[in-house]
């Protein structure tokens, strides 16, 4: 009888760090093989994006609003899940509050980096060296080598259902005889690295000039900027699926697409992790934190001396850095590679 490894992993809030931390989890099934028995503690909205993992034994649905502290709850929670008996907690978020419950849940090793002073609720803790982890996906792997990047990091990638894209195809009257570009228009940072509606709607009617077809992919969150690319463009060849689709159904759209035209946020690693193109555009942030982990993606970025500033907003109020990729520039990168 094999000898099984529980881990327990608190997940990050975030569909990107959702994404990335794929990474962790390749390394640990290398490492256990067979042994492990992975399970995954993160929001609702996350659930059908980690059955996509084909390492994710179980989602454990986080009932916590995202920034509530609900003390007395996650103790409760944290002495419920000591029946679980798991052997190790990866807690990835570097809050005080989400190394709680694993304090309470009887593991007797919780691994992290200290974040806010959590030198009492973890005990495998490493303090985090950002010149030598400079990327997120560093960070999450340096967790299982020792606080250390490891020497090869595998890249995140989701199982594609084929059956659903046939559906989908339908749904949304999707032509699979033409070329499919997929629209990321949304960040939810902030404007600061959301690429400019009127950029994206003249290049949708450059594209479908030359025979492509668009199609807009977000949340409900996201409806807005959808409908103001469209109305831009005035171009009713443009499928619009902004909230009308779920998270899990993007997966599969961005599969389908030929190439997929984004901001630096969620759905860029959604995008890279089924291996589909990717031209990826980086406003206020940077490829040197969170880059598209993909070997078909396309960085594109100006060099502006305020860039990268990380901020939700642009304080000279320009834009400069998003404004100067223009429509052009993108369409090259598509009709000179399809």
């Given at each position: 009888?094999?000898?099984?490894?529980?881990?327990?992993?608190?997940?990050?809030a975030?569909?990107?760090?959702?994404?990335?931390?794929?990474?962790?989890?390749?390394?640990?099934?290398?490492?256990?093989?067979?042994?492990?028995?992975?399970?995954?503690?993160?929001?609702?909205?996350?659930?059908d994006?980690?059955?996509?993992?084909?390492e994710?034994?179980?989602?454990?649905?986080?009932?916590?609003?995202?920034?509530?502290?609900?003390?007395?709850?996650?103790?409760?929670?944290?002495?419920?899940?000591?029946?679980?008996?798991?052997?190790?907690?990866?807690?990835?978020?570097?809050?005080?509050?989400?190394?709680?419950?694993?304090l309470?849940?009887?593991?007797?090793?919780?691994t992290?980096?200290?974040?806010?002073?959590?030198?009492?609720?973890?005990?495998?803790?490493?303090?985090?060296?950002?010149?030598?982890?400079?990327?997120?996906?560093?960070?999450?792997?340096?967790?299982?080598?020792?606080?250390?990047?490891?020497?090869?990091?595998?890249?995140?990638?989701?199982?594609?259902?084929?059956?659903?894209?046939?559906?989908?195809?339908?749904?949304?009257?999707?032509?699979?005889?033409?070329?499919?570009?997929?629209?990321c228009?949304?960040a939810?940072?902030?404007p600061?690295?959301?690429?400019?509606?009127e950029?994206f709607?003249?290049?949708?009617?450059?594209?479908?000039?030359?025979?492509?077809?668009?199609?807009i992919l977000?949340?409900?969150?996201d409806?807005?900027?959808?409908?103001?690319?469209?109305?831009?463009?005035?171009?009713?060849?443009i499928?619009?699926a902004?909230?009308k689709t779920?998270?899990?159904?993007?997966?599969?759209?961005?599969?389908?697409?030929?190439?997929?035209?984004?901001?630096?946020?969620g759905?860029?690693?959604?995008?890279?992790?089924?291996?589909?193109?990717?031209?990826?555009?980086?406003?206020?942030?940077?490829?040197?934190?969170?880059?598209?982990?993909?070997?078909?993606?396309?960085?594109?970025?100006?060099?502006?001396?305020?860039?990268?500033?990380?901020?939700?907003?642009?304080?000279f109020?320009?834009?400069?850095?998003?404004?100067f990729i223009?429509?052009?520039?993108?369409?090259?990168?598509?009709?000179?590679?399809?």
């Amino acid at each position: 009888m094999i000898n099984k490894y529980k881990i327990l992993i608190i997940a990050p809030a975030w569909v990107g760090d959702m994404v990335m931390s794929q990474t962790l989890f390749k390394l640990l099934k290398q490492r256990y093989g067979e042994r492990l028995i992975l399970d995954v503690f993160a929001g609702d909205w996350a659930r059908d994006i980690l059955q996509r993992m084909p390492e994710v034994n179980r989602v454990i649905v986080n009932p916590f609003a995202h920034g509530k502290l609900a003390l007395l709850n996650r103790i409760k929670l944290g002495i419920a899940l000591r029946r679980e008996k798991y052997d190790q907690v990866f807690v990835l978020p570097n809050s005080l509050k989400s190394a709680i419950t694993p304090l309470f849940s009887g593991i007797k090793r919780r691994t992290g980096f200290i974040g806010e002073s959590r030198y009492i609720l973890l005990n495998d803790i490493y303090r985090l060296n950002r010149h030598k982890l400079p990327l997120m996906i560093d960070r999450f792997c340096a967790l299982d080598n020792h606080g250390n990047k490891p020497p090869n990091i595998p890249y995140p990638r989701l199982i594609v259902n084929k059956d659903n894209q046939q559906k989908l195809t339908k749904e949304l009257n999707i032509d699979p005889n033409k070329t499919l570009i997929a629209f990321c228009p949304a960040a939810e940072f902030g404007p600061a690295k959301r690429w400019l509606p009127e950029h994206f709607a003249n290049l949708a009617n450059l594209l479908t000039k030359d025979g492509y077809q668009i199609i807009i992919l977000g949340s409900n969150k996201d409806t807005e900027i959808s409908k103001e690319i469209i109305k831009l463009a005035n171009n009713q060849n443009i499928i619009d699926a902004c909230g009308k689709t779920s998270l899990v159904y993007a997966v599969d759209l961005l599969a389908l697409a030929n190439y997929v035209i984004t901001n630096d946020s969620g759905l860029m690693h959604v995008a890279c992790a089924v291996d589909t193109k990717v031209i990826a555009i980086y406003g206020s942030s940077s490829p040197h934190f969170t880059p598209p982990l993909s070997d078909k993606a396309k960085v594109l970025q100006t060099t502006l001396d305020c860039q990268p500033c990380f901020a939700r907003t642009c304080r000279f109020g320009h834009y400069n850095c998003l404004r100067f990729i223009t429509p052009e520039m993108v369409c090259k990168e598509i009709t000179c590679n399809c």
